[in-house]
């Protein structure tokens, strides 16, 4: 009898251990997509930026910034998806479709017309189109942290 309690406690605390690794997966999962966000995010605002020089070397490398920044977070989230909600995965990859969007139509804009024409159309559609986008993925991660939450008929039956 002893044995087997031994054995049904150490088959528990494994259980434990487990479930607070993966916790401590998905913790540091978060915080990779969410460093990875913001940097495409803060890539925009550069290229967008109305206060840096408008010479074309520089456009060009803040575009080939963005370009490898999309990158990095696509291939960054990749495998960190794993540990993420199928909500917030939808989030993340809307947010990579429409950074990858944005940066074809800028690049196409700016060959066309010019960086110092298209420089405020940049920061006003950063500003209005991926900063929501970010937001939203943001939210999600924080409650991918906050862990599962209680339905509202299983709180009531818990309070009695």
């Known amino acids: 009898m002893c044995t087997n309690h031994k054995v049904l406690e150490g088959a528990i605390l494994r259980t434990l251990e487990n479930g607070r690794g993966?916790?401590?997966?998905?913790?540091?999962?978060?915080a990779e997509v969410r460093e990875l966000l913001a940097r495409v995010y803060r890539g925009?605002?550069?290229?967008?930026?109305?206060?840096?020089?408008?010479?074309?070397?520089?456009?060009?490398?803040?575009?080939?910034?963005?370009?490898a920044l999309i990158g990095e977070l696509?291939?960054?989230?990749?495998?960190?998806?794993?540990?993420?909600?199928e909500g917030t995965r939808k989030k993340i990859e809307?947010?990579?479709?429409?950074?990858?969007?944005l940066r074809s139509r800028?690049?196409?804009?700016?060959?066309e017309n010019g960086y110092e024409k298209v420089r405020p159309a940049i920061a006003r559609r950063v500003s209005k189109d991926?900063?929501?986008l970010k937001k939203e993925v943001e939210i999600c991660l924080d409650d991918e942290l906050a862990g599962p939450r209680q339905s509202r008929w299983?709180?009531?039956i818990l309070r009695g």
């Open 22 to 30: 993966q916790l401590e997966r998905r913790r540091r999962a978060v």
């Open 44 to 67: 925009f605002v550069a290229w967008g930026s109305l206060y840096g020089d408008a010479e074309v070397e520089e456009e060009l490398e803040r575009r080939e910034r963005v370009f």
């Open 74 to 85: 696509t291939n960054g989230y990749a495998p960190r998806s794993l540990w993420l909600e």
């Open 94 to 101: 809307n947010f990579i479709g429409k950074s990858d969007d």
């Open 106 to 111: 800028f690049c196409v804009d700016v060959d």
């Open 130 to 132: 991926l900063r929501s």
């Open 154 to 156: 299983r709180r009531k």
